[in-house]
């Protein structure tokens, strides 16, 4: 076997040679900015901010056949089929829509529920609906920005709850701009949120009934009979988000931070990939950015009893900021996108683009998890032990204010010693001791100079993790 020099194999190694982009062209005067994706056997659904749903017969052929199934909804933020209805949530209300005739139009349209009011603000988005296995569904609420002409509404920045019979509660607060909601395959709801004020950078977390997010703009819903969320009091202004964990009753870290800047600023929809279709990331969850315009990764692990995770890029260089995702029927992701009333990355204001795995193996860090003593870095592909040694991981950690101020720079940052980094016998993973582990922080790992055992190297050498908790 010839092996190449690591010069020659960096220059081979892009995320192009393992995830292509693959544009796709509507027809003319069809304008895609893309609020939600439903991907059936029989056909693709795409919402639009302007209202539309469109109906898109053999999406992944050489000529897809379009047509105009629904229109003159409120920008349906979101779409999910269940018990032959397709369900969204418009503005105002979570609606239920079907083509009762078969001709390839929507003739059914139905509201399940309503009653949270509007402000009138342009930002009062509502995103959803997620499906629960108790059949209810989930939604999420913005907080408006700027005027509100019809006074203050409730309700905004909630996660609502809602029966299949129609009623509903508010069963989590002090969301910002959540702008993905999906429920896990095993069931539980996970929400994205944006950075702003009292939201330190963004973040992927679980929808904890009965908690407080930290944004204190809807609390006083809490006070209504509808709210399963306990008044947390006056919210501090400029302590540290750990702080505000021990002092604000009910209030929730999220699982994972997402840091600003260094990967992605506005995380959107997401999914799961539970086929293990789309390289060797099984089991992790691939999330959209409204601003980067690049698709990045989530990794899980539950210590304690509750979630707590890592982060790590994937696919950057989309041509627009991505709203939603989907997976197609060959296994590969839908990213549909809109810019309009916020800036990105990418050449276009909105579309929809695909993303599809080349079938080769990357050699890229695959997670990062807590263990007593250390992290756990796992790799795609085994290592070679002769290629790194313990400095060959850099390794920082931070936490972040929570206050009314925008966004948070890092504090309190720290550097860690790893005294010792060892791989695990199928060289799969690497332990690293650390020194002075700090729960309530984010770990920044950072890799030099390792190589898998056929000399190729890291397609991407950083990842960040948000350790709540130590395992004993």
């Known amino acids: 076997m010839v092996v190449l020099p690591i010069f020659l194999l960096a220059l081979q190694n892009s995320e192009a040679d393992y995830f292509e982009i693959i544009d796709f062209i509507p027809p003319e005067g069809v304008l895609l900015e893309v609020s939600g994706l439903l991907s059936q056997e029989e056909a693709l659904y795409i919402a639009t901010r302007r209202g539309e749903v469109w109906r ?8 897809p056949n379009f047509s105009l199934w629904a229109e003159g909804l409120q920008e349906p933020l979101g779409l999910l089929a269940h018990d032959g209805w397709i369900y969204s949530v418009q503005r105002g ?19 399940i529920a309503d009653g949270w009011h509007l402000s009138g603000n342009y930002h009062e988005y509502a995103f959803g609906p997620a499906l629960a296995p108790d059949g209810s569904f989930f939604l999420t609420l913005n907080k408006p920005f700027g005027g509100e002409p019809f006074g203050r509404a409730p309700w905004r920045g909630w996660t609502l709850k809602i029966g299949e019979d129609g009623s509903w509660e508010g069963v989590a607060a002090g969301l910002r701009s959540p702008a ?61 988000v750990n702080e505000a964990a021990r002092q604000i009753p009910g209030y929730e870290l999220p699982a994972v931070w997402i840091p600003w800047d260094l990967l992605g600023r506005s995380p959107s929809g997401f999914v799961w990939d539970d086929s293990g279709n789309f390289g ?12 980067s315009a690049e698709v990045f990764r989530v990794s899980l692990q539950k210590v304690a009893g509750r979630w707590q995770g890592g982060c790590y890029p994937l696919r950057s260089g989309l041509k627009a900021g991505i709203t939603r995702l989907a997976w197609a029927e060959d296994g590969s992701l839908w990213c549909g996108m809109t810019t309009r009333g916020w800036p990105s990355l990418g050449t276009a204001t909105e579309g929809l683009q695909r993303v599809r795995w080349t ?22 592909l085994p290592v070679d032990p002769d290629s790194f040694s313990a400095d060959s991981f850099h390794v920082r950690s931070w936490t ?12 309190d940052e720290a550097e860690h010693e790893v005294s010792s980094a060892v791989a695990s016998e199928d060289g799969m993973s690497v332990r690293l001791v650390i020194e002075d582990l700090r729960p309530g922080y984010v770990y920044e790992v950072e890799v030099s100079s390792l190589q898998s055992t056929s000399a190729q190297p890291l397609l991407h050498d950083i990842g960040w993790y948000t350790l709540l908790a130590i395992p004993r």
């Open 56 to 63: 898109v017969e053999e999406p992944l052929g050489g000529s």
């Open 93 to 111: 209300e979570l609606s239920r829509m079907r083509d009762s005739n078969g001709d390839g139009h929507m003739d059914d349209l139905e509201t």
């Open 280 to 291: 060797p990331y099984r089991d992790q969850i691939f999330v959209g950015d409204q601003y």
């Open 400 to 411: 972040y204010q929570h206050w009314s101020t925008y966004g948070s720079d890092l504090v």
């Open 180 to 240: 993905g909601v999906e429920a896990s395959p095993w069931g539980e709801i996970f929400f994205t949120d944006n950075q702003g004020e009292w939201c330190a950078t963004g973040k992927f977390t679980a929808v904890g009934e009965g908690r407080f997010h930290g944004h204190p703009w809807g609390i006083e819903s809490c006070k209504l009979p509808e709210s399963r969320v306990v008044h947390p009091g006056e919210v501090p202004d400029g302590i540290t």
């Open 359 to 380: 079938g080769k193996i990357p050699f890229d860090l695959l997670s990062l998890a807590v263990v007593e003593d250390g992290l756990v870095a796992a790799f795609t």
